[in-house]
């Protein structure tokens, strides 16, 4: 169960990145895979379609990565999690009476 809120949180998490990120031309996500010790890129739709498989059948697939992706258009979680926490705070900082609560989205890992 525990699990399982983590990953809706993930979820949550990569909306908010995808909308702040696009924009910029940021493609996706960057993750260290184990299996191959390779990065793969991985664009906003495939991560969230990933996530929402492991909800529902508890792992993912193996999916092909992007044929040729520049490194330049995606970004790591954290740095994804480090550039929300910013614009939060920048926010918080314009918002009248506005107080540093610290990163909304930092992980707690």
Known sequence: MEERAGVLDDLAELEVFRTLLEPTGIK???VDCPDCDEEHHVDWALMQANLRQLLEEGQTGRHEPPFDPD???YVS???ASGYADGIAAVAEREEPGGEGRGGRHARED
Do not use: E, F, L, S
Request: no cysteine; hydrophobic share 35%; proline share 11%.
């Open 28 to 30: 996706g996500i960057v």
């Open 71 to 73: 490194p330049d258009d």
């Open 77 to 79: 979680w954290d740095y």
